[in-house]
């Protein structure tokens, strides 16, 4: 296939031949974004990852742009107009990132079909005002939208004067690794850390063994309703270390999630948190399970 910023320009040319579409088919790291950056009057932020948008609002901090943010998850999303010449920036509003892992990717937890489109076309209408200079951008308010409910909330943003890039006395004069900064950066020991996999056959045959294990599962309760392997325990991956006491230390611990990914980061927060039980992550998750046990267990 062909890559899809290639193909999002094609569609663009399309609809109006007369714009001109600069494309970088780069990923955008603390060494490019300022040039990137320094020679256009909006930036647009669509990226799905807190390093990232980190990283854009801070470059967009010290070239003084003004930044249209969007992001998304589930039924969710939210926009605004960061810009610190004029009011709060992404930072103001988040000070400080989740813990790795805590928060789902949009892989992982999945995200409503029509939801990219309603948030990338509020943030189409306020790049358009931005560009008139018209009043009544998102600046300094944070709009929120649940499409499962149909509804749209709004919250007043406040410049931070101690936030540490934008503040009264910013701290930050320069782009910093924000992959450091996230905490996504390991050590040499975490990566020697070995990661004891299982595949779905082997489970299944485990609990036709009736072997004396426990099978936990780390999505969200509204991913539990739509599928789930039999006698499983729900505790999602945000409430992993706080109900880690519902974990049989005493059992073989098989965690699962989707894919594999939310598991492996829950088996991870065990461990970190002293949890001395032998713990073995479900290679591909319950589509995994799906796939190559029990086709009756629905895949979304």
């Not at 930050?172 to 450091?180: S, T």
């Not at 970190?272 to 086709?295: M, Q, R």
């Amino acid at each position: 296939g062909r890559p899809k910023i290639e193909s999002a320009r094609d569609r663009l040319n399309d609809i109006n031949p007369n714009t001109k579409i600069d494309t970088f088919e780069t990923m955008l790291t603390s060494e490019n974004a300022l040039e990137l950056f320094k020679d256009y009057d909006v930036v647009v932020d669509g990226t799905d990852n807190f390093q990232t948008r980190y990283l854009v609002n801070a470059a967009c901090v010290l070239t003084g742009k003004p930044n249209v943010y969007g992001s998304i998850f589930r039924f969710e999303g939210q926009a605004s107009v960061f810009w610190a010449e004029k009011g709060a920036c992404y930072r103001c509003l988040y000070p400080e990132p989740p813990p790795p892992g805590l928060v789902p990717s949009c892989a992982e937890g999945g995200v409503l079909g029509v939801l990219p489109g309603i948030v990338g076309t509020i943030q189409a209408n306020e790049v358009i005002k931005v560009i008139l200079g018209a009043e009544g951008i998102l600046l300094n308010r944070l709009l929120l939208f649940d499409a499962w409910q149909m509804k749209f909330r709004e919250l007043k943003l406040r410049k931070n004067p101690a936030c540490p890039i934008c503040g009264d006395n910013p701290t930050i004069k320069e782009l910093i690794d924000y992959e450091a900064f996230c905490g996504l950066k390991q050590t040499v020991e975490e990566k020697k850390e070995f990661l004891e996999e299982i595949t779905a056959t082997e489970l299944n045959d485990l609990i036709k063994n009736k072997s004396d294990l426990q099978i936990i599962d780390v999505r969200e309760p509204y991913e539990f309703e739509i599928a789930k392997i039999p006698n499983t325990k729900l505790i999602p991956l945000g409430e992993i270390v706080k109900r880690a006491n519902e974990i049989d230390s005493d059992k073989t611990i098989v965690v699962h999630c989707k894919g594999g990914v939310r598991s492996a980061k829950a088996i991870a927060a065990l461990k970190e948190n002293g949890y001395a039980g032998k713990l073995f992550n479900l290679k591909g998750g319950i589509t995994a399970w799906s796939n190559d046990v029990d086709p009756n267990v629905p895949k979304y």
